[in-house]
């Protein structure tokens, strides 16, 4: 479509939602009032949430409604002239749900007071009209034996390590208060499709926020309610292809009150299972005394009067001999425990002002050598009623990585382990803050508009704070070494000189010739490759959303959402050598404005318990960037300057076709149909698109890298698109006690797959072979789910229970290649005469004809690209109270086993014919102590976290050798997941094996 055309339709298209839109955070309350003698509705009764101006009148017919309620837990209060007061306690509202109260209010001339009475929770959700799990405040507010929110996340049926329904890490979207937080660009699974050359030459991990795709962090004392929609969710929602993590914040109405909470692990650090990382350093040690010796007899033969050329080596050697400065326990820092602290406070400020406040801090020295990641996130909400008719809302998060404190963050890298202070260094800031104007019209009509800004920084590179040529581990409190001129890119790099800090090429080898093997690669015994990164992700929104119950059984809404990106790049690395000996690295600096534009309408429709949502949304992204001219010459190598020299060669993308927007309409529809008062069915249906990582679109964006084998992607990569399919049935099989949800789905997922081609350009200056990536393929994701829920109840006159029980039997079969087809092809040469036949283009489509097979999606060397594909999910959720204020609270986490390609086998069904891993299981458990005294409760717990020691494999080492050793360990019926470097991590730093048990403790006190 004509980009102009797209957007004068968006502009005409936007000035009509205007008059038309909903508030996606807010939940409905409604019913009748009757007399409750005569049974006849009671015109003009009044309901109302007390403790806020919302409230409605019955209408002709006793029907009231009362809309925009945010999710929380309230008091209801109906009254009319001549009647008594009728109040109902704990009525829970969540987002995007109806709650049905009816009131039989009695006559105040038989002399009766105001009647309290306490809402019953429901399992049955009439109006759910898709798959949708609500975590309530006892869930998320540090409650459970959980560190992070992708525990929580994963006792939910449909997801499994921040994977949802089989979508990858960056299909999920993360809303908070109605603010798209999901962090488009660091999708960690979509990043390590292009950063292998990272991981190998410059010992850079690259797997932050490995679980979760949001941009900054979200205290537990700050969630209301967190709701995982993994269903066909409404039209006001953000496009995800996999499922929306909704969450609300807390509200401080009513006296101030606050909480603290602290929590320590054990005193020893926390550990990893697997083999010690430093299992072989006899080898290492052995190299530095066949060195030494080697200088030794060097020294002595100048000594002795030899000619020079007998010891010409010595000068490099001796040199090469001082970098050998790893030590037993150098890095052992992990032996100090995980603190965490948070504290929130809130309340009225004055009638109809009121906020909440929390803060958390964390510190840890992580699992591994080196590591070290402290957090600080502020997290505050407020609501000021600026008139009866209008209320002003704003929330804001800062998450603090070291950015602003001044404080950096280290990591364990496998190549670096004898040489950690190679690794870089990394510290970052997130920034969220949203203002909210809601305007009611009329008892039936009003309007929102939110104003809103997400902006991360995030920084990786090396400190040198006292000026001496090289990076200690204790300097962590300076400033990055950007090599921004050619005096410091002298101090600190060279291809030669060993005295340096940076190499600009690996070493020469060692005297033994022996290489440890860690991703292809060998492990640095000094000397890193030079890597700088300052990236800023910013985003502004604007969204108006209005909301009107025109009639009983019509709702509508409409709105519109303006997303505007700015991505900001400087990465500066010394990989692999540099084309210019004056500018020993390359050099990236962009800046890209991506755009997102969308239009929402819905209607609610309700007859008689039937309830009908029927919408549709029409994006429009454009990722304003230009794509290769033509991929036979997609580079120029030119001269640039940089240092005062003005004529530095560099190697420059060379980008001139436009890359046109993308339009994609997604309609949503669900039903849901009463079966009788404890049962219900509903059915949903949605089209979806979402757009692959920014990571992955914009690597290497104006320099084309590598010089041995660049790994580049097409800007003119085709976005996610999924069909989401599901039937589901509601029964409370044991009324106001036990209840279950049954759900079936069906998701094809299309351009599920990540493949390249290999390209060798025209000669001359482009003459480098490279791989150019794009997305294609795709998948089937298939599941049954089963959720059994407790409501609160008590046994044994001394026991309450509340839970959750969940089943999922799914699986994921992604497309790959049919066979070796002979016109298939994945490799295109100018000297071929491709570049004349596809007209210097590639043929992309074609990956889809032969992409036939589909086989289930299987484990890696990375946690974060496979092993999400588990045929048999259980997870439980429990929380008992006894008396005395006792407490017991329990999550458990059991899932068989992830797919691996079978080798050992026949070769015409190698790595078609697949086995399955052992299952894996979590047991966490939290036992608590509370006191209270003068209104305020104190408690002391110890949470235990795989308490039975049980020994997951998450991961194995895919390599030839590691391969064929996880075969025969598993086949032997002792599994070693290591291959034979026995290495417990993968070359992008994620664990093979998940945690060993371990010990926190901790307090928290509620006032």
């Not at 001394?798 to 839970?803: D, P, R, S, V, Y």
Request: charged content about 20%.
């Amino acid at each position: 479509m004509n980009p102009v055309r797209c957007r004068t339709l968006l502009v005409a298209l936007f000035s009509l939602a205007l008059s038309a839109g909903l508030f996606a955070q807010s939940g409905k309350i409604t019913g009748v009032v009757k007399d409750a003698s005569s049974g006849d509705p009671i015109v003009g009764a009044n309901v109302v949430i007390e403790g806020t101006t919302l409230g409605a009148a019955a209408d002709g017919n006793g029907v009231y409604f009362i809309l925009n309620v945010p999710p929380g837990t309230y008091r209801l209060v109906a009254s009319a002239v001549g009647y008594a007061k009728e109040t109902v306690i704990n009525v829970v509202v969540s987002a995007d749900q109806t709650i049905t109260r009816d009131f039989n209010l009695r006559s105040e001339a038989i002399g009766l007071e105001e009647i309290v009475v306490e809402a019953r929770p429901r399992v049955v959700d009439k109006s759910l009209t898709a798959t949708k799990t609500v975590l309530g405040r006892d869930e998320v507010s540090n409650t459970l034996p959980v560190t992070s929110a992708v525990e929580i996340l994963n006792t939910t049926p449909g997801a499994y390590k921040g994977f949802i329904r089989g979508g990858r890490i960056q299909e999920s979207k993360t809303i908070i208060e109605g603010v798209d937080v999901t962090d488009s660009y660091f999708a960690a699974a979509g990043d390590q499709t292009v950063s292998t050359v990272f991981l190998v030459y410059t010992s850079t991990p690259r797997y932050r926020g490995s679980e979760l795709n949001t941009t900054g962090g979200l205290n537990f004392s700050a969630i209301e309610q967190m709701n995982v929609n993994t269903g066909a969710v409404g039209a006001e929602y953000s496009t995800a292809t996999a499922g929306v993590i909704n969450y609300t914040l807390r509200e401080g109405r009513g006296p101030l009150s606050g909480s603290f909470f602290t929590r320590i692990s054990q005193l020893d650090g926390l550990k990893y299972n697997g083999p010690n990382v430093y299992w072989n350093e006899s080898i290492y040690f052995a190299e530095k005394t066949a060195l030494s010796n080697r200088v030794d007899s060097l020294r002595n033969l100048r000594t002795s009067g030899a000619p020079p050329s007998q010891y010409s080596t010595l000068p490099a050697d001796s040199a090469r001999l001082t970098r050998y400065s790893y030590y037993p326990g150098k890095y052992n820092n992990q032996d100090k425990p995980q603190i965490e602290v948070e504290a929130s406070l809130g309340g009225d400020i004055m009638e109809g002002w009121n906020f909440f406040l929390s803060g958390r801090y964390m510190d840890s020295n992580g699992r591994l050598p080196n590591e070290k990641n402290r957090e600080l996130n502020i997290t505050g909400k407020t609501n000021y009623q600026l008139s009866d008719d209008m209320r002003l809302s704003a929330f804001s998060i800062i998450t603090d990585r070291g950015y602003f404190l001044k404080w950096k963050n280290r990591s364990y890298q496998e190549s670096a382990r004898f040489f950690l202070e190679g690794v870089p260094k990394n510290d970052g800031g997130d920034v969220i803050a949203s203002a909210k104007l809601t305007h009611v019209l009329s008892p039936s009509t009003f309007y929102e508009i939110q104003a809103s800004i997400n902006s991360s920084i995030n920084r990786m590179g090396y400190i040198d704070s006292n000026g001496d040529g090289f990076c200690a581990l204790d300097e962590d409190d300076g400033t990055f070494i950007t090599l921004s001129t050619l005096a410091e890119a002298d101090k600190y790099i060279s291809n030669t000189d060993l005295s340096k800090f940076f190499r600009n090429q690996d070493e020469p080898a060692s005297s033994t010739n022996f290489q440890f093997n860690a991703g292809n690669t060998t492990v640095r015994l000094a000397r890193p490759g030079f890597y700088y990164e300052n990236f800023l992700n910013q985003v502004i929104a604007l969204k108006g959303d209005i909301t009107s119950q025109v009639t009983r059984n019509h709702q509508l809404k409409g709105g519109f959402q303006v997303r505007m990106h700015n991505l900001d790049m400087v990465r500066r690395s010394s990989y692999l050598g540099a084309i210019d000996a004056r500018k020993q690295f390359y050099n990236e600096e962009w800046n890209i404005k991506p755009s997102e534009f969308s239009l929402y309408a819905a209607d609610r429709m309700e007859y008689a318990g039937l309830i009908i949502n029927l919408g549709g949304r029409l994006d429009y992204w454009d990722p304003a960037a230009q794509d290769f001219g033509t991929y036979f010459a997609p580079y120029q190598t030119t001269t640039t300057s940089f240092g005062g020299l003005n004529d530095v060669l560099d190697r420059v993308t060379v980008r001139t076709r436009e890359v046109d927007p993308i339009v994609a309409f997604s309609p949503r529809f669900g039903v849901s149909h009463p079966i009788s008062d404890e049962a219900a069915m509903y059915f949903s249906f949605s089209r979806n698109t979402t757009p692959p990582p920014y990571s992955q679109l914009y690597a290497f964006y104006n320099n084309f890298g590598n010089i041995s084998l660049p790994n580049v992607s097409t800007v003119r990569q085709q976005p996610y698109r999924s069909s989401n399919y599901e039937l589901g049935v509601q029964w409370e099989f044991m009324p106001q006690r036990f209840g279950m949800n049954l759900t079936a789905y069906l998701r094809d997922i299309e351009n599920y797959g990540y493949y390249s081609f290999n390209v060798v350009p025209r000669s001359g200056p482009t003459g480098t072979n490279y791989n150019i990536g794009f997305t294609a393929g795709l998948a089937d994701a298939r599941g049954v789910e089963i959720s059994v829920q407790a409501l609160p109840q008590r046994f044994f006159d001394f026991m309450t229970l509340t839970g959750r029980l969940n089943y999922a039997y799914t699986y994921i079969k992604a497309s790959q290649f049919a066979g070796l087809d002979t016109k298939m092809k994945t490799s295109f040469s100018t000297a071929a005469g491709d570049s004349a036949t596809y007209g210097g283009d590639l043929p992309f489509g074609d990956i889809n004809f032969y992409n036939k097979v589909l086989v289930n999606v299987q484990g890696t060397n990375s946690t974060l690209t496979g092993g999400y594909d588990r045929t048999h999910r259980i997870t439980y959720t429990l929380l008992l109270t006894f008396p005395e204020d006792i407490r017991l609270t329990s999550i458990g986490t059991f899932q068989s086993g992830f797919f691996y390609p079978l080798t050992l086998v026949d070769p015409r069904v190698s790595s078609r014919e697949l086995g399955e891993g052992p299952w894996n299981k979590m047991v966490n458990v939290r036992l608590e102590k509370g006191f209270t005294f003068a209104g305020v409760r104190a408690a002391v717990f110890v949470d235990i976290k795989n308490i039975f020691d049980w020994e997951n494999i998450l991961g194995y080492d895919r390599t030839t050798t590691g391969t064929s050793l996880w075969e025969t360990s598993l086949a032997a019926g002792s599994p070693d997941p290591t291959g034979d470097r026995k290495r417990p991590v993968g070359p992008d730093g994620t664990l093979f094996y998940d945690i060993p048990r371990e010990f926190y403790f901790g307090a928290r006190v509620e006032f």
